[in-house]
């Protein structure tokens, strides 16, 4: 009954996707010209019939994307060749809507004006300003300097979040379980919120500088960790778990004496790669005012003085690609 | 005297439905070494985590030592396990840590979370602990880290973190599965100088009959679950043999 209901909820989204593209992109776009029409009762009315159309032929003769996906092969040739169609159709058409939405555009790619003024940029940026060496170097301190804070003030508390963040030191109970699944849902939502985001929100609250980025990481790194965290401990040997507990020892105890001990270096390696990678989304959040290196780079694009950008660009990668070797050794020692 | 273990009935079944053991009864007398035997999945390491109720029992009753211990929790649970002590097929030690903390791990049963968490643990603690790596013979590894030690010198670890408990009982998974011949005559030897010398009454599953053979003072055979067998090792006939282990089965000697 729900894969019944499920199939036919793929088709309906089909049927009201191919409908909507084309009601919506294609024709206004690209048939007439940018003419954009109001979605009223007439298009509506072809959306929902195209939709509906297709769950009921779909459910009454079979040939149904809905089948095709979630069985992986539908019955009957005729049948089979159809659904194949209105998948083709629909991958077709998103690529044709992604085209003309996309703006995609050769003529501005191979512009004579554009590419005068890129050559300008790249040339600007391979013959970089030395002079701003100095201050560069002391803001891309500020950088490393806001990563490593971000990722040191986070640590305990991804720590300490963790164990009740894994499921098999949280599968003891109802109220185990409800932390388990309130703590995932937390740090599952703070993470699919890009860092840059938090950086925006953090520059409202605090004031743009140093300090919203370091909370923008912050957040970002708490849920990160978490989440490596806890799943490298539902990954521990459950071997000295049991021998622990054999000896009557307490939850706490079995938690610390034999979880703990398997965790800790791959705890560090992933606080180590946290770490360059904090100081890459640094750079990035910087961009939009949470200093460092990137604030200055942002500044000095606003102002197009770009040979000093080209000196910041290669500040950046030198550090980042130093970064990225020192880390990768030290996880490789660590193992 | 009483039995020490008194299984009335006892079944357990696992969350997805199978039935490891069915309808178990069985009595150990202070003092034995009572061997099970049985194919691999035949419930014998379940039986064994039953006794120490890192498993609770389905239905039936365990009594342990006088008191009833089948639906025991918290406090009560923690001191029923502290009384029985237990060694594994693959050692179970914390592999990073010394041999002389792996051991004194055996004792965080008798100490406060807080206490053990911070690291202190007393000399006399530790005194007991390097006697005990005297009786299995490997005191002079004690500030190796554990993972630097052969199979059967962990496996004598694992006996040494199991006497910290003054065990009543030692429970033994299948302690030398994993180990070579000679290695495993060594540990054997170990468990049945504890059972002899202290008096330690001894549980422990095997696979090799001719090591049953030799240290069992009572045998105990399970079949899907189900005890098919209870007598002396030397009562093991080739026909029980094949009764218990198939009839396709061959013994296979461990000298």
Known sequence: ?335 | MPPLISAEHLSFEYPNGFKALKNVSFTVEPGEFLVVIGLSGSGKSTLMRTINRLLEPTSGTLTFHGSDVTHIEGDALRRHRQKIGMIFQHFNLIKRHSVLRNTLYGALGQLSSMQSMLGHFSPDLCEKALRNLDIVGIREKADQRADSLSGGQQQRVAIARALMQDPMLLLADEPVASLDPATSHSVMKYLDRINKEFGTTVVCNLHFLSLVRQYATRVIALKAGEIVFEGQPSEITEQWFKEIYGDDATEVEIR
């Not at chain 1, 950086?199 to 960790?225: C, K, N």
């Not at chain 1, 180590?272 to 694009?301: E, F, K, P, S």
Request: aromatic share 10%; charged share 10%.
């Open chain 1, 1 to 335: 009954m729900k894969r019944h209901l499920l199939r036919l909820g793929i088709d309906v989204f089909f049927g009201a996707y191919i409908a909507t593209i084309i009601d919506r992109i294609l024709i206004p776009r690209v048939i007439l010209d940018n003419v954009t029409t109001p979605f009223d009762g007439m298009h509506q009315a072809l959306v929902i019939g195209l939709a509906l159309v297709l769950a009921v032929l779909g459910s009454v003769t079979s040939a149904s994307v809905g089948r095709l996906i979630l069985d992986g092969s539908v019955s009957g040739s005729w049948q089979r060749t159809v659904a194949m169609n209105i998948a083709w159709i629909s991958f077709t058409l998103t690529v044709l809507a992604g085209w003309v939405v996309t703006g995609i555009s050769p003529s501005a790619l191979f512009n004579g004006q554009g590419l005068e003024g890129a050559g300008r940029i790249f040339k600007a940026l391979f013959t970089p300003n030395t002079d701003i060496i100095g201050s560069a170097l002391l803001a891309m301190v500020e950088t490393i300097y806001l990563a490593f804070m971000a990722t040191a003030i986070a640590v305990p508390f991804s720590f300490a979040l963790s164990f009740f963040a894994a499921r098999n030191l949280m599968d003891h109970g109802a109220i185990p379980r409800t932390i388990y699944v309130a703590i995932r849902f937390v740090t599952n939502f703070t993470r699919s919120i890009e860092p840059l985001i938090w950086a925006i929100i953090f520059s409202v609250w605090v004031g743009i500088g140093p300090f919203a980025g370091m909370l923008a990481l912050v957040v970002h790194t708490i849920s990160s960790l978490t989440k490596q965290y806890s799943e490298q401990i539902e990954d521990v040997d459950t071997g000295p778990m049991e021998a622990i507990s054999a000896t009557g020892a307490s939850r706490t105890q079995v938690v610390w004496f034999s979880v703990v001990p398997q965790c800790v270096i791959p705890f560090l390696s992933f606080t180590i790669y946290r770490w360059d990678i904090n100081v890459r989304m640094a750079t990035v959040i910087g961009l939009v005012g949470g200093g460092g290196i990137g604030t200055m780079l942002i500044q000095y694009q606003g102002l197009a003085q770009w040979r000093e950008v080209g000196t910041i660009v290669i500040l950046i990668a030198l550090v980042v690609w130093i970064m990225d070797v020192i880390s990768a050794r030290i996880r490789e020692a660590l193992k």
